[in-house]
C-alpha cells in the first residue's frame, strides 16, 4: 500500500489561514470517510485533531477543519497561531485492512 | 487520565529478536482495540499492527508481516509487540496507541491516544 501523497511543507503568517492537501486513491481516501489527521511537534507523540474526515476530537480549537473531495482530503488551519507551527500527517483506512499515512507537511508559521 | 507508555526499546544486531511493552491506564484497556505504529528516523509515521479489544483479531502491515506479533494482556493492562528478524530498515521510534472505540473499523483506525514512543534500533 503506497503512502498518502502529502506537500513537504506549507506556510503562512499569523492570522492567515492555510490549507494542507493529502492525495490518496479510490482504494483508501476516495473509497471510505475515515481519514485522520494529526498534529506532531519536534520529539513529541503525534496529537489526533482530526477523524472521519472533518470531525473534531473535544479539546480541538475549530481553528482547525478538515474536508474531502474525491480521491484528495485536506486540512484547513485558520487564524494560524505560533503554536501550530508542526508537522501534520493524514492517514486513511484502507481495505486489507489497512491504515495509509501520508509523509507529512511541515507547517511553517512566518 | 488516559495515559501509554511504552518501553522495551534499545539496540538490537540484525537477525535478534526484541519485545516491546505498553502499559495502559486510565481507561478500561479490554474495551478498545490498539494500534502499534513507527516511525524511522526523520522520517514520516508508518502503521505496523493492530490487535481488537479481546485480542482475537489482529492485522499487520505487509513490511513486518510475519516477522512481528502482535498481543495483549487485558488482565494486565499491557500490549505487546514481539519482533524477530530484525533489519536495519526497522529502526524507529515505536508508539503505542489507542482506538477511539471498541471496534477500531467503526472509527477507520483512528488513534486517539498516544504513547510517548520507545526507540529501537538494529545496528551491528
Known amino acids: 500500500q503506497s503512502a498518502l501523497t502529502q506537500p513537504p511543507s506549507a506556510s503562512g503568517s499569523p492570522g492567515q489561514s492555510v490549507t494542507i492537501s493529502c492525495t490518496g486513491t479510490?482504494?483508501?481516501?476516495?473509497?471510505?470517510?475515515?481519514v485522520s489527521w494529526y498534529q506532531q511537534h519536534p520529539g513529541k507523540a503525534p496529537k489526533f485533531i482530526i477523524y472521519?474526515?472533518?470531525k473534531r476530537p473535544s479539546g480541538v480549537p475549530d481553528r482547525f477543519s478538515g474536508s474531502k473531495s474525491g480521491n484528495t482530503a485536506s486540512l484547513t488551519v485558520s487564524g494560524l497561531q505560533a503554536e501550530d507551527e508542526a508537522d501534520y500527517y493524514c492517514?486513511?483506512?484502507?481495505?486489507?485492512?489497512?491504515?495509509?499515512f501520508g509523509g507529512g507537511t511541515k507547517l511553517t508559521v512566518l | 487520565q488516559v495515559q501509554l507508555v511504552e518501553s522495551g526499546g534499545g539496540v538490537v544486531q540484525p537477525e535478534r529478536s526484541l519485545r516491546l511493552s505498553c502499559a495502559a491506564s486510565?481507561?478500561?484497556?479490554?474495551?478498545?482495540?490498539m494500534h502499534w505504529v513507527r516511525q524511522a528516523p526523520g522520517k514520516g509515521l508508518e502503521w505496523v499492527a493492530i490487535?481488537?479489544?479481546?485480542?482475537?483479531?489482529?492485522f499487520y502491515a505487509d513490511s513486518v508481516k510475519g516477522r512481528f506479533t502482535i498481543s495483549r494482556d487485558n488482565s494486565n493492562n499491557r500490549l505487546y509487540l514481539e519482533m524477530s528478524s530484525l533489519r536495519t530498515e526497522d529502526t524507529a521510534v515505536y508508539y503505542c496507541?489507542?482506538?477511539?472505540?471498541?471496534?477500531?473499523?467503526?472509527?477507520?483506525?483512528?488513534?486517539?491516544?498516544w504513547g510517548q514512543g520507545t526507540t529501537v534500533t538494529v545496528s551491528s
Open positions: 472521519e474526515v472533518n
Open positions: 479510490n482504494s483508501d481516501v476516495g473509497a471510505y470517510n475515515y
Open positions: 490487535i481488537s479489544y479481546d485480542g482475537t483479531k489482529k
Open positions: 492517514s486513511s483506512y484502507a481495505a486489507g485492512p489497512n491504515l495509509v
Open positions: 496507541a489507542k482506538c477511539p472505540t471498541l471496534s477500531c473499523y467503526s472509527s477507520g483506525y483512528a488513534l486517539d491516544v
Open positions: 486510565g481507561f478500561i484497556f479490554n474495551n478498545y482495540g
